[in-house]
């Protein structure tokens, strides 16, 4: 198979700013596409400073960045993405909107050898994939969950879903593709958040119950699992990390695909969200992050 020239990332929010930047580094062109010329506006600053903060760390030449920065290209025009190789789709968590992204995709990219991955956190693969293969016949097999980890240039984990058509030629393609990209990938399978979120996510609803209840304010929540956990972020702080409204998504999607209550999203959750409060990419979240 030939190597991975040209890889278009849709959606530019955090996710996909990420992958651009990581496909980019690692001396693949990469085709930036949003539907929000906001969010590609954000995505272009972030690569300029965190390619500036590594120049100034001493992990890459000058040369090397505006190298990177050159191979990025920004668009809101979706046949911008015709001669890319590999796509993988980093927009909302949101079934209906990646089976319409899909129904496109296929439509769009009729080369068999053109890998249409997805970074969905939670919802089937192999739901996804139906989309491509209702609109043309065999693309199903060339559908597979890439899923990368917030923040994607410094988390090492791909988990790697197959559907039930993914062809094991894509499935070993992408293993190379995350490898070549500096990471390291892991496989689960096709079961509503599989093994990242399923684990994850009830522990972070969890956090919002026990607020909600009044076992500990935020604060409290956050140190007793940074300090007796050892964990990176407190689940409050990383709800708001990975985007509250992005919570509710991934905890719908488990209820519903694993057919149990008690993954249903806290109802203090999911009023955050609808008072717009999504965590970083909106200011505040749980915590405040304006000043
Ligand atoms: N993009 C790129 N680089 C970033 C970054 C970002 N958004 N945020 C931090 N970094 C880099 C920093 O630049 C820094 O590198 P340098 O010092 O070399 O410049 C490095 O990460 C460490 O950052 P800080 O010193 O500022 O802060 P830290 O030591 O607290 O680390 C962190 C920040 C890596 C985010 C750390 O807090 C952490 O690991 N948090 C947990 C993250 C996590 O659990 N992610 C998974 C979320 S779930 C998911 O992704 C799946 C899903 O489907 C929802
Ligand atoms: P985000 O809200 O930061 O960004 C989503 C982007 O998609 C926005 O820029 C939006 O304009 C764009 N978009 C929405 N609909 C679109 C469409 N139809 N066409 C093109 N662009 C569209 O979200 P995110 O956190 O980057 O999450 C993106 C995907 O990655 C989701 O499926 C999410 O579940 C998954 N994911 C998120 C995380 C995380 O920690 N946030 C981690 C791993 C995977």
């Known amino acids: 198979m030939p190597d991975v020239k040209t890889l278009a990332v849709i959606g530019s929010g955090q996710m996909g700013g990420g992958i651009a930047q990581i496909a980019a580094t690692s001396g693949i062109n990469a085709i930036a596409y949003d539907a929000h010329q906001g969010s590609l506006d ?10 500036a903060r590594a ?14 920065l050159g191979r990025i290209t920004y668009t809101t025009k979706w046949d911008d993405m015709a001669g890319a190789d590999w796509v993988v789709e980093a927009a909302v968590e949101n079934a209906e909107v990646k089976a319409d992204i899909f129904t496109k995709l ?4 009729d080369r068999d050898d053109v890998v249409l991955a997805t970074n969905t956190s939670s919802i089937s693969i192999t739901q996804i994939a139906a989309s491509a293969e209702v609109a043309r016949a065999g ?21 790697v879903i197959n559907g039930l058509a993914t062809s094991p030629e ?16 892991h496989a689960a399978n096709d079961r509503a958040g599989f093994i990242s979120n399923r684990v994850l996510m009830p522990m972070i609803n969890e956090a919002f119950y ?29 709800a708001d990390f990975i985007g509250l409204d992005t919570c509710v998504f991934i905890m719908d999607v488990l209820a519903e695909g694993l057919n149990n ?6 109802p203090l959750l999911k009023q955050l969200v609808t008072a717009g409060r999504l965590g970083d990419k909106t200011g505040r979240g749980v915590f405040d992050y304006s000043k």
């Not at 954000?42 to 390619?51: G, I, V």
């Not at 120049?55 to 990177?68: N, P, S």
């Not at 693309?139 to 988990?159: D, S, T």
């Not at 604060?219 to 990176?232: F, Q, S």
């Open 261 to 266: 209550d008690r993954y249903r999203a806290c």
């Open 55 to 68: 120049v100034e760390k001493g992990r890459m030449e000058q040369a090397d960045a505006d190298a990177a």
């Open 42 to 51: 954000k995505a272009k600053k972030l690569h300029e400073k965190l390619m």
């Open 210 to 238: 026990a607020w909600m209840e009044g076992v500990a304010e935020p604060e409290d929540i956050d140190a007793i699992m940074r300090l007796g956990m050892a964990h990176p972020m407190g689940p409050l702080r990383l």
């Open 106 to 109: 296929a439509q769009t990219f």
């Open 139 to 159: 693309a199903g097999q060339r559908v597979i969950g890439m899923h990368f980890f917030n923040p994607v240039p410094v988390m090492k984990l791909v988990e």
């Open 170 to 185: 894509v499935t070993q393609r992408t293993i190379d593709l995350s490898k070549q990209m500096g990471k390291e990938p």
